[in-house]
T-cell receptor
Framework: ELKVEQNPLFLSMQEGKNYTIYCNYSTTSDRLYWYRQDPGKSLESLFVLLSNGAVKQEGRLMASLDTKARLSTLHITAAVHDLSATYFCAVDDDGQNFVFGPGTRLSVLP | GAVVSQHPSWVICKSGTSVKIECRSLDFQATTMFWYRQFPKQSLMLMATSNEGSKATYEQGVEKDKFLINHASLTLSTLTVTSAHPEDSSFYIC????????????????FGDGTRLSIL
């Protein structure tokens, strides 16, 4: 059974600071996705990581994938209040299962 | 980009009412659609996989007689919550796979905007 974990589950940080969210998963997969969800809204796709060593950056967010370690990271650089949201990683094990992590609730304080 | 429309966005109704939620792929064909449920402050949990022209596949613990799924065309799937009760109150999100881009698209699923269901 594919299991996806995220750490931390809650994160409160000050503007301007850096932090990393971790996503671990239990089976071999080279397809990992990061989503953002604002309160009361659906999911917004952030990153698609499809191979070992993949790194993608968009603004203050950077995501990476290490398939050997079964680990993905979402790094936040110089956080701003607008980044406050819940971030989910999801793993696709070759189309059989698409499982979301529990989410990381990020609050960026002024 | 691919767009999935979900309707309604918000429903409030009395206990015992049946509620239908529609999920449409607006600019692509989707042989497979997915229905998720999300309780407050929790992650998305897959309820069922909706397959065009055949019966839906339900996840363990999801009552198929309570959550009726119909996928009659390549662009429409519906979820009907029958005889809804307060414990069914949740945020329901559908998603769809783009059949035409399945082989080369990086996106496995396109998500609808969600339906917030509140049962009084």
């Amino acid at each position: 059974e594919l299991k996806v974990e995220q750490n931390p589950l809650f994160l409160s940080m000050q503007e301007g600071k850096n932090y990393t969210i971790y996503c671990n998963y239990s089976t071999t997969s080279d397809r990992l996705y990061w989503y953002r969800q604002d309160p009361g809204k659906s999911l917004e796709s952030l990153f698609v990581l499809l191979s070992n060593g993949a790194v993608k950056q968009e603004g203050r967010l950077m995501a990476s994938l290490d398939t050997k370690a079964r680990l993905s990271t979402l790094h936040i650089t110089a956080a701003v209040h607008d980044l406050s949201a819940t971030y989910f990683c999801a793993v696709d094990d070759d189309g059989q299962n698409f499982v979301f992590g529990p989410g990381t609730r990020l609050s960026v304080l002024p | 980009g691919a767009v999935v429309s979900q309707h309604p966005s918000w429903v409030i109704c009395k206990s015992g009412t049946s509620v239908k939620i529609e999920c449409r792929s607006l600019d692509f064909q989707a042989t497979t659609m997915f229905w998720y449920r999300q309780f407050p402050k929790q992650s998305l949990m897959l309820m069922a996989t909706s397959n065009e022209g055949s019966k839906a596949t339900y996840e363990q613990g999801v009552e198929k007689d309570k959550f009726l799924i119909n996928h009659a065309s390549l662009t429409l799937s519906t979820l009907t919550v029958t005889s809804a009760h307060p414990e069914d109150s949740s945020f329901y999100i559908c998603s769809a796979r783009d059949l035409g881009q399945l082989l080369w698209s990086n996106q496995p699923q396109h998500f609808g905007d969600g339906t917030r269901l509140s049962i009084l």
